[in-house]
């Protein structure tokens, strides 16, 4: 019953929620007003790392979204080199994460981390393209039973200067089980094999774990969309 009411906190906020906690008595023995100012902001920060259970769809060849947010880009595009996904064009999904979504990350699909790899960079906003080149990345590389790669890219934004990625080389993860996050707002990029139809479309809004993205198994078009 208390689940339904309190949603859990991921592990990694609680130091974050005690500096801002810290921060509002601060600000209260300064004054009223800003105290209630750092009371508002603690409450945000609570809600920012919020880490709700979610219901995974479970099918061969479905591809969960990793993230909860808007999908940004929906077509082809070169990995980035240090995934070691070659250099020809793949299938590429975008979310992008507000300071408002839930901002712990979630594995596409089954199978295991084969590559895992850290690039530094800038803190471009999130939403643009060349974020996926430019900024701060982890990314890691799942290789399924058929020996099919899907790529995830962690995406550091705007406000965003920490990235979480709590797998190791080796590791079996599910779809849809944690595997990092993000904080203050950023992006995760999905690579998938040439020729999978994507079923995100831009502006569509996707909940981590349990929105499906694509099917590696389907034959189906990729899907267009409208704002109605």
Known sequence: MLKTIFVPIVREGWPIIAIFVVGALILFSLSDFLGWVGVVL?????????????????????????????VCFAGKAVPPADLNLGDQPMERI?????????????????????????????????????A?????????????AD??????????????????????????LRAGERYGLIRFGSRVDVYL???????????????????????LASTEPSRLGEIR
């Open 132 to 144: 996926s080149e430019q900024n701060e990345r982890q990314g890691i590389v799942i290789t399924q």
């Open 193 to 215: 094999p040439a020729g999978t139809a994507s079923f995100a479309v831009l502006g569509q809004r996707t909940v981590a774990g349990e929105t499906v993205i694509a099917d």
């Open 94 to 130: 975008s979310i992008f994460m507000n300071v408002f979504d839930v901002h712990v990350n979630r594995a596409p699909v089954d199978g295991k981390v084969t590559h895992i790899a850290y690039h530094p960079g800038k803190f471009l906003n999130a939403s643009l393209d060349k």
């Open 147 to 172: 020996g099919t790669r899907v790529g995830s890219v962690q995406i550091a934004g705007l406000v965003a200067r920490r990235i979480v990625c709590r797998v190791a080389e080796g590791q079996s």
């Open 42 to 70: 603690t409450l945000w920060c609570v809600y920012f790392f919020r880490d709700p259970e979610r219901v995974t769809p479970t099918r061969a060849g479905l591809v969960i979204s990793p993230a909860d947010g808007v």
